[in-house]
């Protein structure tokens, strides 16, 4: 039986009073009977105030990227070490936004993937189509050459200490969700091509469905087989919409 992930990517959202409140409100709406579990993930200066307020807690923390380097002269970036000094179990490789602003490449994400694991994170992989790849009939295509790129690179064993994230580029931020249908259908080529290779890493495999989830629409999301739980963009900044998608799960 694999464990329900929600994870709250807040982007570059946030202030020091709104973070206070959003993380006070997070907690205040845990409920320990239940199995699903909770990651924040917060813009880095907000790791240390998030991780103090959730320690000694089952929260999870986690980094929205983090660099291919290990350490040096790489002004600007964070890497996989410093998350987990700062008490990140997770980490987002190769979300849209930073594919499509970062110029982020199947290459680089899986470099970040690697450096992750490393550095003893568990990465996210994210992974979608464009809305014109689906309508050109390449969502399935797209999909796999972007696992494919991390098996490739990482190993098939990799995937037993990783979470996969699909996330129709389409959906994100858009207000418009996959359908539960449109989101199992990719969700389990995804499961199908790691058991290709392993059928025990594919069963246990969190695969997460990120994209407008909202409190509305979370639990037939969540309802369907391969679908994990939720990473989650606009509705993880108030704690109210988003404890109401962690009961859904
Ligand atoms: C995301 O940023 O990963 C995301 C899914 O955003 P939203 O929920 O706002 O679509």
Redesign the pocket.
Known sequence: MRKRLIAG?W?MNGSKPMVRELVSGVLGQLDQGRSAEVLLIPPFPYLPLVGSMTENTPVLLGGQDLSRQASGAFTGEVSGEMLAEWGCSHVLVG?SERRSLHGEDDALVAAKFQAAQAAGLQPILCVGETLEEREAGQTEAVVRRQVGAVIEAAGIAAFARAVVAY?PVW????GQTATPEQAQAVHALIRAQIASEDATIAGRLQILY????KPDNASDLFDREDIDGG?????SLTADSFMAIYKAA
Request: glycine content about 30%; charged content about 10%.
């Open positions: 990517n982007k979300h996330e959906a994100i931020g858009t990120g994209g407008s989830v990473l989650i963009g606009g509705a």
